[in-house]
């Protein structure tokens, strides 16, 4: 305890280091008439307090420690990593248990992190521009170079846009996988399929990737871990081919779905087709993000009681950004206002931006691995063994092929 008091000293009073130095080292050789003397000019300060403290309850071998241990910390840069901290020092019981936090931590930072979202709905809904919006929200205004207007054109085919971001040291992969928006057809029938495809392909690369026998030290993952579901903003209930379509995704994947242009309706509108969607969705049995049987404990549970009472997020889309009271912020532009795409009183926008990269990224993560690519896992390459038995595989995902890869779906 001593001892870390006089180090904590040591580094303030820098200047007086040395010279305290060269002084315990003659003391430490002399009388005691010495070392009183020597006490008695320190003694109007803390330090001297401390040393003669020292000196009066400990014999010659403290002292010579006492003074390696001050030329030490003089030398020792301060950010240099301690191989035992102070704590290890003074108690003999602690193991350090603790530090792999810290060396979990600094892993992390080092790999950073990777996430795939999905965007998919019918057309027109703002898919592309919702993707633009977080890419130019909070999330990395900074690796968005482009302010250029320009008109988003109609998706026709899937495409993954990526960007790295990094905040205070933390670098992410943030990639949004744009789809063609479905229901321009007059039969919208199994319009689903290529989405299940895709989801379903990104599972057989990693899976492929993890059964190799020279296989990558870290996996590239493509694999989808959230799908943002666009609802149209019709204020009555959710439509059949809505519900088909989610029931289909949510056995698959994450699915949080949102209420597109929320800005077309009034408070009382949204709050009731909120409410709406969400009996429809029970009485349908599709289970969305953050699923209930997956909430790990009560606290878990409490949170994400809250975010199940708000979904679906009522969004509003723009990448234009508008000067509002002398700020420059995202918006769409209207007669009668700004509507402003990040500000909570105005849409749900932020909130959405929260669950996928503040709050539940890693819980999004996890489930995707554990939950939904297992699954596809397990049928894949049980329909593996079936083939090699001689039977046919079972037809998967509803997405007929001739090498049926999948997990219903
Ligand atoms: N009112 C309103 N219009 C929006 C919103 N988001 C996008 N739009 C507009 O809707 C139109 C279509 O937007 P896109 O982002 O291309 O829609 P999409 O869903 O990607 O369309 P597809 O690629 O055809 O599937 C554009 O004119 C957008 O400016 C929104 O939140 N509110
Ligand atoms: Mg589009």
Redesign the pocket.
């Known amino acids: 305890m001593d001892l870390r008091l006089v180090c904590g000293v040591s580094v303030l009073f820098h200047e007086q280091d040395i010279s305290l130095s060269c002084q315990l080292g003659r003391v430490s050789a002399s009388d005691r008439s010495d070392r009183e003397a020597w006490c008695h000019r320190w003694s109007g300060s803390v330090l001297g307090i401390l040393i003669c403290n020292r000196f009066e309850n400990a014999g010659p071998e403290v002292i010579t420690s006492f003074y390696g241990t001050m030329s030490d910390s003089a030398k020792t840069p301060q950010h240099a990593p301690a191989a035992r901290g102070d704590k290890a020092s003074t108690d003999f019981s602690y193991v350090g248990i603790d530090a792999i936090l810290e060396q979990m931590r600094r892993k992390a930072m080092k790999q950073g992190f990777e996430l795939n979202i999905m965007?998919v709905?019918?057309?027109?809904?703002?898919?592309?521009?919702?993707m633009n919006t977080l890419f130019k929200s909070k999330v990395s205004r900074k690796s968005v170079l482009t302010t250029e207007e320009e008109?988003?054109?109609?998706?026709?085919e899937i495409k993954s846009i990526s960007h790295d971001i990094e905040e205070k040291g933390v670098r992410m992969k943030l990639t949004v996988i744009?789809?063609?928006?479905f229901g321009d057809q007059i039969n919208n029938e199994n319009c689903w399929q290529p989405i299940m495809k895709f989801i379903n392909d990104q599972y057989e690369q990693y899976l492929q990737e993890e059964i190799n026998i020279n296989r990558k030290k870290r996996i590239p993952d493509s694999r989808v871990h959230c799908c943002i579901y666009?609802i149209p903003p019709t204020g009555h209930c959710l439509r059949p081919i809505d519900v088909e379509f989610m029931r289909h995704l949510s056995k698959v994947v994450n699915i949080v779905p949102v209420i597109?242009?929320?800005?077309?309706l009034t408070l009382e509108e949204r709050d009731y087709f909120k409410q709406k969607i969400r009996e429809d969705l029970l009485a349908n049995g599709i289970d969305i993000y953050p699923q209930k049987e997956f909430d790990e404990d009560a606290e878990d549970r409490m949170i994400n009681e809250k975010i199940r009472e708000m979904i679906p997020f009522a969004?509003?889309?723009?990448d234009q950004e508008y000067q509002v009271n002398g700020k420059r912020l995202l918006g769409?532009k209207t007669k009668w206002g700004t509507i402003e795409v990040e500000n909570i009183e105005h849409c749900e926008f932020a909130f959405l931006r929260d669950l996928l990269i503040r709050t539940h990224m890693q819980n999004i993560k996890d489930i995707t691995s554990s939950i939904h690519y297992e699954m596809y896992r397990v049928r894949r390459l049980n329909d593996s063994n079936t083939q090699a038995n001689g039977q046919p595989p079972a037809q998967a995902n509803g997405v007929p092929g001739p090498e049926v890869l999948s997990h219903e779906m």
């Not at 008109?151 to 026709?156: A, E, G, N, S, W």
């Not at 744009?178 to 928006?181: A, I, N, R, V």
């Open positions: 965007v709905g019918q057309s027109g809904l703002g898919k592309s521009t919702l008109r988003i054109p109609k998706t026709i744009d789809t063609p928006g666009f597109a242009k929320a800005d077309t969004v509003v889309g723009s769409r």
